[in-house]
Structure formats: C-alpha cells, structure tokens
C-alpha cells in the first residue's frame, strides 16, 4: 500500500488542490494515528458510554464515510455500505473483527478510488441524491464535509491512542 504524501502545503494555490491537500493530508494522519498500534488497542472501548469508540471502529467508519460521500450521494449508486436500520451503527460494529492492517489498507484504497474521482469532476459538480432536506450538495462540499469529518475524527483517535498506549502527537 503506497501512502500519499502527508503534507498540509499545496503544491499550487487554486481551490482544488488546496481543499484535496488537506483532505488528504486528513486521511494521511488517520494512517500516522495508527501506526504502530497492536490489535487490542485499535479493538479497545475505553469510554463506558460509548462501547462502539474505538480505533478500529472510527477508521472504519471513515472509510464508509466516504464510501457513502461519493458513491451513494454524488454518483446516485445504490447503497451497499454495511449499515441496516436495525443497526445504523455496524460500521463500527464489525471493525473489531478485521485486523487494523486491513482496515487501513480498505481506506487507502478507497481514497485512493475517490481521489481520482473528485479529480475528474468539476467543484461546482452536484450530487446525483439529494440529502433528507432535498438540497442537491455540490462535490466541493463533499470535499469539505470530508476534511472536516475526517479532521474531527482524527482527534478522537488522537485521544484513543493516548489512553490505549500512551502514543501522542503524531
């Protein structure tokens, strides 16, 4: 698996790459938080109230995050992500079965997917599903949503990793 790059400068100024540089450089430290840590603790629940936090579960949960982004949303394909309405959830859910190698490594590759994706579609783009208000989002808010969703997350598994092991600042 062959990382982008994590840097938060852009290689040139106009929005495009300044909005993808940073939700790369987003989903290049989700890898960088990981890095290192042994399967108990990317499984490890720490916070009682809620049991489905956990490393696993939130790189999981961001890659079907963007699964759901950019195929369901803005291409209009039909969602098959892992989530019932019985279990709204199972993202999370089923991460603490599958090797945190393994999670990273369907991130990446779906990133990598999307990457090309948001490349060969104008910023100005609309989805081809509207959300529940019907508003039809164009592609250069998906690209924000993603760097701030991925952005919040990070620091949920900045504070995991600390609890789990002690690991900081990466």
Known sequence: MTLTPRTDIPSAWDERTVLTTLLDYARATVHAKCAGIVEDDARRAPLPGSPLTTISGLVSHLRWVEYWWFEVVFLGREDRGPWTEDDPDREMRIATGTPIRRLLADYESGCARYRELAASHDLDARAASPLR????????WILLHLIEETARHNGHIDLLREMADGVTGT
Do not use: D, P
């Not at 208000?133 to 250069?140: D, I, K, P, Q």
């Open 133 to 140: 208000t019907g508003e039809y989002v164009t592609l250069r």
